[in-house]
Each structure stands twice: as structure tokens, then as C-alpha cells.
């Protein structure tokens, strides 16, 4: 009897454990709720990626929608070598993010989480993320105060994000993203707001309200506005034009 219990327990415990010896991801799940299951980094920055790029058309649980297909059914029997080719060079003129590098970037990262759903291995739905306290900007400031010109040095991430800002976002939000009458202030928002959060309001939330639409340059470039609106939150960065770092 204690010989069979210590086998049932074994047997519990493996398959509470998710592991595929030919793929990269580790999970261990044993619930239906993703944010419940414990998720490796490369998973998770898959999760992360598919939810900022895909989610949109595909729909949060990769089952696809009107306009676009069922990518957990596709990966029943797609290889990676498919996948990549379809991700890469077959497909990108039909999607909003085709100049994207994050794209290519986490390719493999986004194949590691939707294979893990395919697999079943892994539920749909939002992962709990702790956020890194790596900066997502590179800040490079002179001692001079603050003038008319801006003493900061900024990494392209990030003086992109100031462009794409000042082109679309402080009519309403500001010129310094402090808000006004018709828009919140940015800076007060984002020292309790996570990336993905951020990423989910500017995608789906918050575009009701706009007057860009899917594909326009703020629905692409949304990890540079992250950059850029952090390090004006972190106050490491002064509201006036920075130079690109060289």
C-alpha cells in the first residue's frame, strides 16, 4: 500500500509538471488559470510579445477571430522552420508590425508560447509578469540645467518614442504628458502602471477614443512611447527635444 501511494504521488507530481524534452518551455500547471501556472522567461517573453503584436487579431487565447486564424489549432502540426518562414517571409506584408524588429527579435520566444499552447500545456490567459528593473531607456544627461535645449543624449528606442509622442499623443496629453482637459496625465499613470498594462490600454482600450487606427505609427511603436514615457515618469529626462546617442 505505501509502495503504491509513493507512485500515485510520483505520478501526481510529473503531471503537474509540463516538460517537453524537444522544445524549450517549462511549465508547471496544474490549474486552469495561466496566471496561476509557473512559466519560464522564455515563455513568458513570448506571452509578452504575442500579447503586445498578435493578440489584437488573433485573440488572447490564440484561437483567432474574424481576422485572423486559430494559431493554437495551426501549431497542432506546423514545425518551426514553417512557422518562422510564415512568421517572417510569407506573411508580414499582411500585418501592422511587418518593420518591426521586436518581431524577429522574440521569434523564438513566440514560437516557445504558442507551442506550449498548442501542447495544452498552458492555458489562455494573462501570465503573472513580475516586472524587470531593467530600464527600458538609456538616459545620458549634461550637467546643464534645463533651457530651451534639452542636455540629454537618448538611445534610439527612445528618441523615438519622444517623436512618436510630440507627433500623435500631447495634442491631448500635453507637450510634457502631464495631461490637460481632454486627456489623463501620463507621468501619474505610468509610476503604477506595468508594460503590459500600458500595452493593452494603448492597443485596445484607449483606441475608442483616439483618432489613429490599427496600423497607424502609434499602434506600432508601442515599446519606444514606453521607453521614452518611463524615463519622463522616472524624471531622468526633461520635457524638450533630446539628442540621439551615437
Known sequence: ????????????????????????????????????CQVDAITTQGWETYHSYCKKCHAEDALGSDKAPNLV?????MAKDEFFANLLVNLPKHHKWQNKPQIAENKEQLWTYLRARADKALPAGRLNVTETTEKPYQVVCGKAKETAVNPCQVDKTTFE????????????????????????????SLQTMSKQVFSEKLLDDYQVYHPWIEGHEVVTHVDELWAYLKARTDGVLPVNRPNQLQ
Open 1 to 36: 500500500m505505501r509502495q503504491f501511494s509513493l507512485i500515485t504521488l510520483l505520478c501526481l507530481l510529473a503531471n503537474s509538471f509540463t516538460y517537453a524534452a524537444n522544445e524549450s518551455y517549462k511549465i508547471q500547471c496544474d490549474t486552469k488559470i495561466a496566471s496561476q
Open 73 to 77: 489549432e495551426s501549431l497542432e502540426s
Open 161 to 188: 518614442g519622444w517623436r512618436i509622442f510630440h507627433a500623435f499623443c500631447q495634442g491631448c496629453h500635453a507637450r510634457d504628458a502631464q495631461g490637460s482637459i481632454v486627456a489623463p496625465h501620463l507621468l501619474e
